[in-house]
């Protein structure tokens, strides 16, 4: 797993963009928190922040819709978790986890289990348009990802640059 601090962000590994290849599509969980975001409904617009997050894919071109995928036998699924904690006036301690699950053969017997093959997380603290910039930085990093290895033929090693600001 990718790990993006409050001062740092760490590329996807070569594997883990990898396995983005080829893919027809994904489908997109609707935004899961797993922590109570009663205190914070007012501040933190979870309908608008998923519709912004869903008109990227769509942007992208990435998002193809269940009808669509269902003639594929795989059907990979990116689910986003977030759990947000007030810890003081206008100030939230945050975890954000971006997971792609896909099914994967295995070689000792014929199942085919649903697998993470590429995920990112972020733990920090701040406000919640620092929550919603963050976000937001983490599926753009999907996007860049699945962008870059479904543009080309692959490569052997591809490094992904992420602006020191975050």
């Known amino acids: 797993m990718v790990v993006v601090t409050s001062q740092h962000a760490w590329a996807s590994t070569f594997l883990e963009k990898e ?15 797993i922590s109570t975001t009663i205190k914070i409904n007012g501040e933190l617009p979870i ?3 998923t519709a912004e997050i869903e008109a990227e894919f769509r942007h992208a071109g990435i998002l193809l819709d269940e009808k669509a995928l269902e003639s594929s036998n795989e ?7 977030g759990a947000v904690t007030q810890i003081a006036a206008n100030l939230y ?10 099914q994967a053969a295995l070689l000792r017997n014929a199942s085919r289990p649903w697998v993470v093959t590429w995920s990112l997380g972020s733990l920090s603290t701040g406000d919640i348009k620092k929550f ?12 860049q990802d ?3 290895v479904n543009a080309r033929p692959a490569q052997a090693r591809s490094i992904s640059w992420i602006p020191s600001n975050y």
């Open 47 to 49: 309908f608008q922040l």
């Open 93 to 102: 301690a945050y975890t954000i986890i971006l997971e792609l699950h896909q």
């Open 146 to 148: 699945y962008k870059e």
């Open 132 to 143: 919603q910039d963050r976000l937001q930085l983490l599926v753009r990093m999907f996007i």
């Open 75 to 81: 059907r990979p699924f990116l689910e986003i978790q």
């Open 19 to 33: 396995s983005l290849r080829g893919l027809p599509g994904i489908l997109l969980k609707p935004l899961n928190f």
